[in-house]
């Protein structure tokens, strides 16, 4: 409990928390939110970290001067590739074994199903959809490298899509974060963002019931 408060109190006040990794780490900021974005898309393991909100509240104090959106972009785009590629070979490397086990403790194993249904679905353009759905967004270049997806069709995905989401964030909290309405309704607005990012996430849940239950019942039709 306390863990998941501490991941609570993280994600709706980025701004508060932020500001006290700049003030006490300095030029070192660039490298914690490098790494943070890297093992949020990177590893399986931890989809749980802030993604799209870290991004925005990140847009917003460099707008404020107290990082510079000129480095931050460049640098946090090359977080988002690498961390994507790291996991497609994660996924070619471990994942069939994966798919044949129930006791992988590092690894959300209906989450990984629904990334692969999604996948399924959109083809090589889950890549860059999945950019802006948390959890998808981790397990997506994991089925991708389990899958017949080649390394260099799936890095134009990767580039294409970890640049747009980037850069589209870091951007919006660059223009809109200090906006006085925002600015002090910042965790409104975090809350808003998580919402906005989850709801394909719901639609997909929502569909997929949907399509069960007309199997089902088509099944249920048939002739014995």
Same mark, same amino acid.
């Given at each position: 409990?306390? *863990?998941?408060?501490? &991941?609570?109190?993280? $994600?709706?006040? *980025?701004?508060?928390?932020?500001?006290?990794?700049?003030?006490?780490?300095?030029?070192?900021?660039?490298?914690?939110?490098?790494?943070?974005?890297?093992?949020?898309?990177?590893? $399986?393991?931890?989809?749980?970290?802030?993604?799209?909100?870290?991004?925005?509240? !990140?847009? /917003?104090?460099?707008?404020?001067?107290? &990082?510079?959106?000129?480095?931050?972009?460049?640098?946090?785009?090359?977080?988002?590739?690498?961390?994507? !590629?790291?996991?497609?070979?994660?996924?070619?490397?471990?994942?069939?074994?994966?798919? /044949?086990?129930?006791?992988?403790?590092? *690894? %959300?194993?209906?989450?990984? *199903?629904?990334?692969?249904?999604?996948?399924?679905?959109?083809?090589?353009?889950?890549?860059? &959809?999945?950019?802006?759905?948390?959890?998808?967004?981790?397990?997506?270049?994991?089925?991708?490298?389990?899958?017949?997806?080649?390394?260099?069709?799936?890095?134009?995905? %990767? +580039? +294409?899509?970890?640049?747009?989401? $980037? !850069?589209?964030?870091?951007?919006?909290?660059?223009?809109?974060?200090?906006?006085?309405?925002?600015? %002090?309704?910042?965790?409104?607005?975090?809350?808003?963002?998580?919402?906005?990012?989850?709801?394909?996430?719901? $639609?997909?849940?929502?569909?997929?019931?949907?399509?069960?239950?007309?199997?089902?019942?088509?099944?249920?039709?048939?002739?014995?």
């Amino acid at each position: 409990m306390d *863990l998941i408060r501490l &991941l609570v109190d993280l $994600v709706l006040h *980025l701004d508060r928390h932020l500001a006290e990794i700049i003030a006490q780490f300095g030029v070192w900021t660039y490298a914690i939110l490098f790494l943070v974005v890297f093992c949020e898309t990177g590893l $399986v393991a931890t989809p749980f970290l802030p993604g799209d909100s870290l991004l925005f509240a !990140t847009g /917003t104090f460099c707008a404020l001067g107290s &990082l510079k959106i000129g480095w931050m972009i460049p640098l946090i785009c090359v977080a988002a590739v690498l961390g994507d !590629t790291v996991n497609y070979w994660i996924g070619h490397w471990m994942g069939p074994r994966v798919f /044949t086990r129930d006791d992988v403790w590092w *690894l %959300n194993k209906r989450h990984l *199903l629904r990334a692969q249904r999604f996948y399924e679905k959109h083809g090589g353009k889950t890549i860059i &959809l999945a950019r802006f759905i948390p959890i998808i967004r981790t397990f997506a270049p994991f089925v991708a490298g389990i899958g017949a997806m080649s390394y260099r069709r799936f890095l134009a995905f %990767n +580039v +294409v899509g970890g640049c747009v989401w $980037v !850069t589209l964030f870091l951007l919006a909290g660059y223009f809109f974060g200090n906006i006085p309405i925002v600015k %002090n309704n910042f965790s409104l607005v975090i809350i808003a963002i998580i919402v906005i990012s989850v709801v394909p996430i719901g $639609v997909e849940w929502l569909r997929g019931r949907r399509e069960a239950a007309a199997e089902r019942a088509a099944r249920s039709q048939e002739p014995g």
